[in-house]
């Protein structure tokens, strides 16, 4: 089996599953953000009294941080009274962060797991060799009331990046290139198993940026081996013990893409889909193009490591007149 179909199988009391098998598994962790208010409706109106373990949920407050409208203000409204009548350990309020980071950050993301949000990006957390997936409201409010959840066993997806990345080619470029040739209906309810050298190698934030944007290609999960980066980081964070679940040599992929990191160059995303991707090269070719406003940061590419290069990159320059530069921390 898979490391994947392990979790599941474990998660669901089972010695084995098999592709297109449907499984009722307990989820280790399930994360609310602020857009889905619903979930607490759903919840009481599906009979919910209590959450099943106030440890093992949280609401983040990170899509609307701080409050645009007044509704936004009263799901957060709402939402903190939920989570405090039901003493939940784990509430990330607005000046916490976005979810998928801050949730590793406080520990609650290992090998092994299955996390649900949410929230599509969920993915991410296969950096950390997790099982991440997102889900809506009632659902949400099913794994509150139970802490179990129904999953389909999903193809696997091996895609393989070899190779040392040139200078100026980051893992948001990668992933691009990716998707590029997989396209944003390549892998819907499958899973995206990253492998190779360049992921061996890999630190933490250029495996969460990848893994974040399996979701891209239509994935329910993604994975990637943990790698020593990966288990030093968990190690000294992990709220609960953790096993890496690790893929049986000879398994066969339902389909395998490999890609040559060395011959990649630096990738943009072109309207009017996250798949028309050119490189930079051939942008720059069709002559000057007049920027309005630059935005870095968000769950792909918000970490310090990512602030960083772009502040190396932005030293001494200014921003133009009427030209604006947001940024959001992770």
């Known amino acids: 089996m898979h490391a994947i179909e392990k979790i599941f199988a474990k998660h669901a009391g089972k010695s084995t599953v098999e592709t297109g098998e449907i499984v009722m598994a307990k989820v280790d962790f399930a994360e609310i953000n602020d857009l889905y208010l619903q979930t607490v409706y759903s919840f009481y109106e599906m009979g919910g009294e209590k959450?099943?373990?106030?440890?093992?949920?949280?609401?983040?407050?990170?899509?609307?941080?701080?409050?645009?409208?007044?509704?936004?203000?009263?799901?957060?409204?709402?939402?903190?009274?939920?989570?405090?009548?039901?003493?939940?350990?784990?509430?990330?309020?607005?000046?916490?962060?976005?979810?998928?980071?801050?949730?590793?950050?406080?520990?609650?993301?290992?090998?092994?797991?299955?996390?649900?949000?949410?929230?599509?990006?969920?993915?991410?957390?296969?950096?950390?060799?997790?099982?991440?997936?997102?889900?809506?409201?009632?659902?949400?409010?099913?794994?509150?009331?139970?802490?179990e959840l129904w999953f389909r066993i999903p193809e696997i997806i091996e895609v393989r990046l070899e190779g040392e990345a040139p200078k100026g080619v980051y893992p948001k470029d990668v992933i691009l290139a990716v998707l590029s040739k997989i396209r944003a209906d390549g892998a819907v309810y499958k899973a995206?198993?990253?492998?190779?050298?360049?992921?061996?190698?890999?630190?933490?934030?250029?495996?969460?940026?990848?893994?974040?944007m399996a979701v891209e290609m239509g994935a329910k999960t993604a994975y990637m081996q943990p790698n020593q980066a990966v288990l030093?980081?968990?190690?000294?964070?992990?709220?609960?013990?953790?096993?890496?679940?690790?893929?049986?040599?000879?398994?066969?992929?339902?389909?395998?893409?490999?890609?040559?990191?060395?011959?990649?160059?630096?990738?943009?995303?072109?309207?009017?889909?996250?798949?028309?991707?050119?490189?930079?090269?051939?942008?720059?070719?069709q002559g000057p193009v007049k920027l309005n406003q630059g935005y870095i940061g968000s769950c792909t590419g918000g970490r310090v490591e990512d602030i960083a290069i772009a502040a190396k990159i932005l030293k001494g320059r200014h921003i133009p007149e009427y030209?604006?530069?947001?940024?959001?921390s992770a």
């Not at 409208?69 to 939402?79: D, Y």
């Not at 050298?197 to 969460?208: H, Q, T, W």
């Not at 030209?323 to 959001?328: C, F, M």
């Open 323 to 328: 030209t604006r530069l947001v940024v959001i």
């Open 192 to 212: 995206i198993d990253f492998t190779g050298s360049y992921v061996e190698n890999l630190n933490v934030a250029g495996r969460m940026t990848i893994c974040n």
């Open 51 to 147: 959450v099943w373990d106030n440890t093992r949920c949280a609401f983040v407050f990170d899509h609307y941080a701080p409050c645009p409208t007044i509704k936004s203000a009263q799901n957060h409204k709402e939402m903190r009274e939920f989570a405090q009548k039901n003493n939940l350990k784990y509430h990330f309020d607005t000046n916490a962060g976005v979810c998928h980071q801050v949730m590793p950050e406080a520990g609650l993301i290992y090998p092994g797991m299955i996390v649900v949000a949410t929230d599509s990006h969920t993915t991410t957390h296969g950096a950390f060799g997790a099982v991440g997936t997102g889900c809506g409201a009632t659902d949400m409010a099913t794994i509150l009331m139970t802490g």
């Open 232 to 285: 030093d980081y968990v190690k000294k964070r992990a709220v609960r013990p953790y096993e890496v679940e690790y893929t049986d040599p000879g398994y066969q992929y339902s389909e395998s893409y490999t890609f040559d990191v060395s011959k990649l160059e630096p990738e943009l995303s072109c309207p009017s889909s996250v798949e028309n991707v050119h490189t930079l090269s051939s942008v720059v070719a």
